[in-house]
């Protein structure tokens, strides 16, 4: 539709199913709403934590651009990767030292410039810089290119999810939380003109405790020591968000979410 740009994002991305799943969708996704963009995050793409390149290489052939949070470093060989592949996003708040880059902009087939920003919370995480401060600057220099801006939010609290939000409505065209992997039901237009969603939820497995096994989860809440955690095959599901945006203004126009589920995934154990 002229004047609107599409988007398509995917909550965090976990493991094998997670990956098989969505590679299994996304044409069906991409002809249901002809997005100008495809976003997923990845920070749990490889095993359940972190990213290699192997992976993301993989998901970059059917997605547009990665975002990530606080896992994004839990794999070695992943970490020289994000620092040479600029659609690898992690959250721009963590100390400049880091390799990497928080805010990209991506330009579509029809030539729509696209700012994507990723940011990561601090109540009950990492005690890294304010991301409402670190937005504030990166929010600028993107605006002198596109007026599109789509931020991931990762972080734990709904509180610090739901302020970030109001702190940056009219200030970009969405703020999309993830990090819980549970969808919330929140979706909605702030007054400002910003979409906004608490927990885009994840793509991975479906019969799980946030992705993982059960049977691992109940082990570490049943004994409160460490327990490996691996990714749930039983069953999957897959959760997005689908914006449209006012190409000029950069005001969200419309926001939903898109949920599949697949009891048999075809996977075992």
Request: charge should be neutral; aromatic fraction near 8%.
């Amino acid at each position: 539709m002229p004047g609107r740009i599409k988007i398509l994002f995917f909550g965090d991305v976990i493991g094998r199913p997670g990956r098989s799943i969505l590679r299994r969708y996304i044409s069906v996704l991409r002809k249901k709403f002809l997005p100008d963009i495809i976003i997923a995050n990845g920070e749990n793409a490889a095993g359940g934590v972190g990213i290699t390149e192997k992976i993301g290489t993989e998901i970059l052939s059917y997605v547009d651009v990665l975002t990530s949070g606080n896992h994004i470093w839990d794999k070695k060989e992943g970490i020289e990767y994000i620092g040479k592949e600029p659609r690898v996003l992690r959250p721009a708040n963590y100390p400049a030292v880091n390799p990497g880059k928080g805010s990209f902009v991506f330009e579509s087939a029809a030539g729509n410039k696209i700012g994507i920003l990723n940011l990561q919370g601090r109540v009950f995480m990492e005690a890294i810089d304010c991301p409402f401060r670190t937005a504030d600057s990166l929010i600028e220099s993107l605006k002198e290119i596109t007026p599109v801006i789509i931020v991931d939010f990762h972080a734990e609290a709904t509180s610090e999810k739901q302020a970030l939000g109001w702190y940056l409505d009219g200030k970009v065209s969405a703020v999309i939380g993830t990090h819980t992997h549970i969808p919330t039901a929140d979706e909605r237009i702030l007054p400002g003109g910003t979409a906004y969603i608490t927990d885009a939820g994840m793509v991975g497995g479906l019969n799980s405790v946030i992705g993982i096994r059960r049977s691992q989860a109940l082990q570490r809440f049943l004994t409160a020591r460490p327990q490996r955690f691996e990714p749930s095959k039983e069953g999957v599901l897959l959760n997005a968000v689908y914006l449209e945006v006012d190409r000029e203004n950069g005001q969200a126009i419309s926001i939903q979410r898109e949920n599949i589920i697949e009891e048999n995934s075809g996977f075992s154990g």
